[in-house]
């Protein structure tokens, strides 16, 4: 997006160049990443980086409003009520489409967002892996309060382990070993001493619980959450002593009632002009908009772009037996402008907070960005292309 950054970028690259990137990775953590890095990082002009915390700064003003908590109550399912929550979510995860405005200039718009963790670990390193490999210009960053790697490291140590022993921190998940992001937890081990567990390794001793480490059983007193109960479900009877809605003398780094609340059931109470029309079906009352084809029909507890439709029409909608459940919101034109030696590429930018449990307010950490050719951003839909994937932001100064 910036053009002097991209054109410096793009005529220092060359597929050796990318080769030797992903093999240091594959040194650092062998056989830890499952998905695909591209090719390139997103350099951010300063325009569009203060359009993106601005447009951050009005969803803030929703989030942290006195009804918000009330508002809703009603995104988590009764059956994965979990207690023990805290005053707010100790992660945002904000997900935007760079389009643009009518006058051509970029914009973002919000496509959705998440009280949940996301990659912070991976993405510090990742975005230290592109700055050894290929010409970032210095009055580009990628941290935002963290003066270097170190910092940034820092920074979210003193979130997720606090003040405890990083022995009695875990990074809770569904068979870690499986997940696709299991190179963001080697890193968060690597880096931070918070080793991921699996869901099933739990045991709970009245209200305590432990894991075992080297023969020797360990009292969790922190969870770093990254399970999210759509996975937790592909799994149906789990063999463990605990259950994730037991309550238990712990203390929670992501809680999980906040991934229902900060998330696409929020959308419908926004409004900005970053932010595109949405609404819940059952709003509409049957009286749906004449051009549904500009719109997308998103299931509210579906993630990953499950059961999102991109073709919607009045047949689908009156057939949906709980509308109180699902999204209408407007679709947004992605911009390609992302410059590869083929073509353009669209892009989408995920701004990550950190939120203490004494902030008043999060605190923009990092970003992440993904690349795309294809109809939908994500892995799944950009098989087989090239300068397409998850990648880092560095944002001008």
Sequence with gaps: MHQQARKTYNQSFTEDKYQQFLNSIASDYPDTLDFRVAETPVFVPKDLKEK???????????????DFKAQTDRAIPTDQHVPNENGHSSFLAIDFAVCKDNNGALIPQLIELQGFASLYAYQGYISEVFKRNFPVPDRFNYAFGAENFDDYIEKLKELIVA???PEQVILLEIFPEKQKTRIDFAITEKLLSVKAVCYTKLIKEGRKLFYEKDGRKIQVKRIYNRLIFDDLQNYPDPQTSYHVT???DVTWVGH????????KFTLPFLNSRYIPETKFVSDYQGSFPED???F???PLFSF?????????????????????NYILQKKVAYEPIIQAPDGLVKCEIRMMYSWPDNAVRPALLTSLSRLSRGEMIGV??????????????????
Excluded: M, Y
């Excluded at 990953?304 to 109180?324: N, R, W, Y």
């Design 52 to 66: 993106l915390i601005e447009a951050c700064d009005e969803i803030i003003e929703t989030i942290i409003s006195d």
């Design 163 to 165: 003040d405890e022993n």
């Design 246 to 248: 037991d309550d238990v």
């Design 256 to 263: 999980p009632n906040w991934f229902f609340r900060i998330s």
């Design 292 to 294: 549904l084809e500009n």
């Design 296 to 298: 997308v029909l998103k």
């Design 304 to 324: 990953a772009g499950a059961g999102v439709q991109l073709h919607v029409t009045t047949a689908i909608l009156s057939k949906i037996k709980d509308p109180e």
């Design 380 to 397: 799944r839909f950009n098989k087989d292309f090239t300068w397409v994937g998850g990648t880092a932001c560095f944002f001008e100064s």
